[in-house]
């Protein structure tokens, strides 16, 4: 069973700086993909980054430039640097494992990232 536990998020005025990081226990595989989807208040969830166990990044257009995603395989951890923060970054982020074994998805339970102008 994989869990996932994110931590990093809080208040941060525009234009600052945070990292999230999320810790992955359980049995992690190298083809697993991991990444960080954000829900804001009255919207759906959507994907932010992700990162496969090789490397290879993807964003959604919104944050490219100002997030970086990156991954330590031995320790079983995401990290999401997000810079220049914008109050449009408000939301719950939370981290996911896809396992492209079976298509399965884990999820972690969100941690609140709110940026005041």
């Known amino acids: 069973q994989v869990q996932l536990v994110e931590s990093g998020g809080g208040l941060v005025q525009a234009g600052g700086s945070l990292r999230l990081s999320c810790a992955a226990s359980?049995?992690?595989?190298?083809?697993?993909?991991m990444g960080w989807y954000r829900q804001a208040p009255g919207k759906q969830r959507e994907l932010v980054a992700r990162?496969?166990?090789?490397?290879?990044?993807n964003y959604v257009d919104s944050v490219k430039g100002r997030f970086t995603i990156s991954r330590d395989n031995d320790k079983n951890t995401v990290y999401l640097q997000m810079n220049s923060l914008k109050p449009e970054d408000t939301a719950v982020y939370y981290c996911?494992?896809?396992?492209?074994?079976?298509?399965?998805?884990?999820w972690g339970k969100g941690t609140l990232v709110t940026v005041s102008s």
């Open positions: 990162i496969t166990g090789f490397g290879t990044t």
């Open positions: 359980g049995t992690i595989f190298r083809g697993d993909a």
């Open positions: 996911n494992l896809y396992r492209n074994l079976n298509g399965r998805d884990y």
